[in-house]
């Protein structure tokens, strides 16, 4: 079965399908002896080179999942101009591949992150298409009337696009700050803190608690991070239709045995495995 070439190349670690896009369009790739153009496809026994050297068969590595507990002031990338810290710097080594971030949060917001080694699952997880859904805590410097909130949910013009909330629920507060946890079906950047700002209210603390399936810990400190246990990562891989992984009971061998608590990450959801790709 054939797959597209800015796929493959991704899913073997080397960067995001954009990055490697440009690295075929710029020449860097080559398929069988030929240079490759964006749009080919490969099967399993094309011969795939970067640079001139060849990739070789993809090693035959665990699916592994990470979910961190993100603290602000904190940056999602690997590489900036500016040299501050990013998640990326305290992250247990791999020894093939490299850990993906599922989307990004930036640099002010909290909560839950999570990373994998396995490109085709972090692009599943992020992909529209696949309706994974996305839930924050929020604290904002008032209240919503049932007339601003109808309006997050119903949707609102940011720039020149519509957004909206799925689901909006009000959790506590006193005096000027209040609680409320939302639902994102796509999570833009700076989305919450826009939405909230259309209907005059400022966000003074956002926190990611939930992505799809995956909850955020309440046993997780922040800035730690924890590993996925082999029964979640192969349940969360069903739900959303990536490979196959056999469950076992327990946390993963290896890194992460001094740091899983063996408990569950995930929530009842319904599988998606049929969205489209």
Known sequence: MSEKLQKVLADRGLGSRRAMEKWIAAGRVGINGRGAKLGDRVEPEDEVSVDGR?????????TRVLVLNKRAGIIVSRHDPERRSSVFDELPNLR??????????????????????????????????????????????????????????????????????????????????????VVLMEGRN???????????????????????PVILPAWLPRGAWEEMRVDDVAELQRIVGVGKQRPTKGPARGLADQKTKGRSMLIPYPAIGGARR
Do not use: C
């Not at 060849?54 to 665990?62: C, E, I, Q």
């Not at 994998?116 to 298409?129: D, E, F, I, K, V």
């Not at 904002?140 to 601003?148: I, K």
């Not at 020149?160 to 006193?174: M, P, V």
């Open 190 to 212: 700076r989305e919450v803190r826009e939405l909230f700002a259309s209907q005059g209210l400022k966000v003074t603390r956002l926190k990611r608690v939930r992505y799809g």
């Open 54 to 62: 060849k990739l070789g068969r993809p090693p035959a590595t665990r």
């Open 96 to 181: 093939t591949g490299r850990w993906i971030s599922v989307g990004r949060l930036d640099i002010q917001t909290t909560g839950l992150l999570l990373l994998t080694n396995n490109g085709a699952l972090a692009n599943r997880l992020m992909h529209p298409s696949t309706g994974i859904d996305r839930e924050y805590a929020v604290r904002v410097n008032g209240t919503l009337d049932p007339e601003a909130e109808g309006a997050l949910k119903d949707g609102v013009t940011v720039g020149d696009r519509t957004e909206s909330f799925s689901d909006i629920r009000y959790y506590n507060g006193r005096g000027t700050n209040h609680w409320y946890h």
